[in-house]
C-alpha cells in the first residue's frame, strides 16, 4: 500500500459582498472573504492538501488567479475536479481553521460532512483562534490548514 499525505494552507481577507463559505457551507455572517473564485478558504487548504499528496502542485498551478475561466468559480466544483484526477484514493482529511469570528464550533460538523461528501472520505473539521494576535487576530480575514491522507 503506498501512503502519501499532504499538507494545504491558504488565507483571505475579508471585503467581498457575497457569502461567506467555508467547506461548501455557506456561513451566516455579514461579511464575504475577498478571491478570485468563490473564497472559500478551506476547500482552497483541502485541494492543496490532496494536490500535495499526489505531488502535483498546488492550487494556483492548477487554477490560477490571472485565467478569467476561474473567476467567481464554485471551490467544491474545483474540489470534485481534482478528487477525480487524483489517480489515487483519499483516507482522510482533518482541517483546522482559524478566525476569530464567526464562531464555527456549531457549523463544524455540517463543513466536515459535506467535504467528507466530495472526498468520499472522512473530513474533520476544527476551529480555533489567533488569541487576538496579527492580521487574523484583528478579524481581517480567515485562514485555513488541512492535512490529506491517501493511497494508490
Known amino acids: 500500500m503506498n501512503i502519501r499525505v499532504g499538507i494545504g494552507f491558504d488565507s483571505h481577507r475579508f471585503g467581498a459582498d457575497r457569502p461567506l463559505l ?3 457551507v455557506e456561513i451566516p455572517y455579514e ?3 475577498d478571491g478570485h473564485s468563490d ?3 478551506l476547500t482552497h487548504a483541502v485541494i492543496d492538501a490532496l494536490l500535495g499528496a499526489c505531488g502535483r502542485g498546488d492550487i494556483g498551478a492548477r487554477f490560477p488567479d490571472d485565467d478569467e475561466r476561474w ?3 464554485d471551490s467544491i466544483a474545483m474540489l470534485e475536479t481534482v478528487v477525480a484526477e487524483l489517480g489515487a484514493e483519499p483516507v482522510n482529511v482533518d482541517a483546522t481553521v482559524i478566525c476569530e469570528e464567526p464562531k464555527l ?4 460538523e455540517r463543513i466536515g460532512a459535506r467535504l467528507s461528501e466530495v472526498i468520499g472520505a472522512p473530513a474533520h473539521v476544527k476551529a480555533t483562534t489567533s ?3 496579527g492580521a487574523l487576530g484583528r478579524g481581517e ?3 485555513a ?3 490529506a491522507l491517501i493511497s494508490g
Open 31 to 33: 461579511r464575504g472573504l
Open 141 to 143: 480575514g480567515i485562514a
Open 105 to 108: 464550533r456549531p457549523h463544524n
Open 39 to 41: 473564497a472559500d478558504v
Open 71 to 73: 473567476a467567481g468559480a
Open 22 to 24: 467555508l467547506g461548501g
Open 131 to 133: 488569541e487576538r494576535m
Open 145 to 147: 490548514m488541512a492535512v
